[in-house]
């Protein structure tokens, strides 16, 4: 049974930091991609960033560029979402997203397996 769990998400003031942290289980983690995506209220899902499998490349919305960083630890199972210089249109659900392959992807459909989000609020 393949399963995505984040966590870390947070009530944070503009201009500040967190780290969100996604646990994978049931398939073989160092074999793929994973993407964050989020939903913000009243708007679609948006790609956020990628990481091949190895962990080597990463892609980034130019909404995050320079602001967010994505990582793996692949003898954890675990894929992060750094994000830093928070601003109030960074406040929606995070999600991650396994791919179907091991090369990094930049869209929000090529994926097989979603984990059920965690909340992030940006508010002073």
């Known amino acids: 049974e393949v399963q995505l769990v984040e966590s870390g998400g947070a009530l944070v003031q503009p201009g500040g930091s967190l780290r969100l942290s996604c646990a994978a289980s049931?398939?073989?983690?160092?074999?793929?991609?994973m993407s964050w995506l989020r939903q913000a209220p009243g708007k679609g899902l948006e790609w956020v960033s990628c990481?091949?499998?190895?962990?080597?490349?990463?892609r980034y919305a130019d909404s995050v560029k320079g602001r967010f960083t994505i990582s793996r630890d692949n003898a954890k199972n675990t894929v992060y979402l750094q994000i830093d210089s928070v601003k109030s249109e960074d406040t929606a659900m995070y999600y991650c997203a396994k791919s179907e392959g091991a090369v990094v992807v930049v869209t929000t459909w090529q994926y097989d397996y979603w984990g059920q989000g965690t909340q992030v609020t940006v508010s002073s």
């Open positions: 990481i091949n499998s190895v962990g080597s490349s990463t």
């Open positions: 049931g398939f073989t983690f160092s074999n793929y991609a």
